[in-house]
């Protein structure tokens, strides 16, 4: 055991004492954390004088011991969950401790540490208390099926805890919506619809179910996808469904960015296309007859320019009608 005394708040190790003078002096006594339940017999000395005996009393064996525990240090998921594990944590020390946390998970894995609900790498527990403490494990996106081993701890340079759990990962779940050819892009023109033939894959290990559809489009435009519900995928399966694409009449030329996502709870995949809008051949074909009716009637205006005044009233005649039927169209 370690002790000290203390005088008037110092530590001494003498003291004067006058004749018919009282002093007062503090004795701490230190008991070790690993120590038997019994009674220890102290002799406070002061040399040639007196000796003052001690009995402390230790009703309860000491330790260094510290628990790790969990309730389930097994769970079992697909490649993308994440594995929540309950631990606790005690301290069955005489004293308040505080501990590292460290874990040795499979390379490509993260492991965090909550205590009480906040991510940290080290703990503070008083004396014979618990902390309860959320381990999150994340596997590594490269992850294959099996069985993977995550052995944690607590340490301190006086006690160290140890506790191994374990995910056991079932497959992966993965999926790709493309095109048959890959391309996803296309021409459309103002107000008609445009199909395109998509591919879903299933890239992962898993089945799939019940894959979904949505999308993402400009304002007036639809779109639609038949079959709009794909009930199963097996692993490394694939299947078709054809999209429906309608632009708005009122889309001006130029490049449109719909996207098309399929998805399913475990996965998700979204297809981003750019699609050309063109003008309708009508319009291109009227806009050709306006040009050369102008400049026909440009062409007359000027021949009835040499006719003098009166060719020139009809010219400025036939100026002010195309006008007036440029501003009335």
């Not at 406070?44 to 000796?51: F, G, H, M, P, S």
């Not at 005996?53 to 079992?76: A, C, H, L, R, W």
């Not at 490394?236 to 449109?256: E, F, R």
């Amino acid at each position: 055991m370690e002790f000290f005394l203390k005088g008037r708040g110092y530590s001494i190790k003498r003291i004067a004492v006058l004749p018919g003078e009282k002093k007062t002096v503090s004795l701490t006594l230190n008991v070790p954390l690993k120590v038997e339940k019994g009674k220890y017999n102290i002799r406070l000395v002061a040399k040639n004088y007196d000796v003052l005996p001690i009995v402390v009393n230790v009703s309860e064996e000491g330790t260094f011991k510290t628990e790790f525990n969990s309730d389930q240090i097994n769970m079992e998921g697909h490649s993308k969950s994440n594995f929540n594990f309950s631990t606790k944590l005690k301290n069955h020390t005489s004293e308040k401790q505080l501990y590292s946390l460290l874990a040795l998970p499979p390379r490509g894995w993260n492991v965090a540490f909550k205590p009480n609900g906040r991510q940290a790498t080290a703990v503070e527990i008083e004396a014979g208390k618990t902390t309860n403490i959320t381990v999150e494990v994340q596997p590594s996106p490269q992850v294959t099926s099996g069985s993977f081993k995550i052995p944690i701890k607590a340490t301190n340079k006086y006690s160290t805890a140890d506790l191994e759990l374990e995910v056991v990962i079932k497959g992966s779940y993965d999926l790709e919506l493309t095109t048959p050819t890959g391309l996803l892009s296309a021409n459309v023109t103002s107000g008609r619809e445009k199909q395109l033939d998509l591919l879903l894959r299933n890239t992962g290990t898993s089945e799939l179910r019940n894959v979904s559809f949505s999308s993402s489009k400009p304002k007036d435009w639809e779109i639609s996808i038949e079959p709009d519900t794909i009930s199963v995928i097996q692993a490394g399966g694939s299947t078709k469904v054809q999209a429906t694409i309608k632009s708005s009449d009122k889309a001006i030329p130029g490049d449109y960015l719909p996207k098309i996502t399929a998805k399913t709870p475990e996965a998700t995949s979204t297809a981003s296309f750019r699609i050309m809008v063109k003008t309708p051949l009508l319009w291109g074909w009227l806009g050709i007859f306006i040009i050369l009716g102008t400049l026909g009637e440009f062409i007359i205006c000027l021949e009835n320019t040499v006719g003098g005044n009166g060719g020139k009233e009809y010219r400025y005649k036939g100026i002010d009608q195309k006008i007036r039927r440029a501003y009335s169209g």
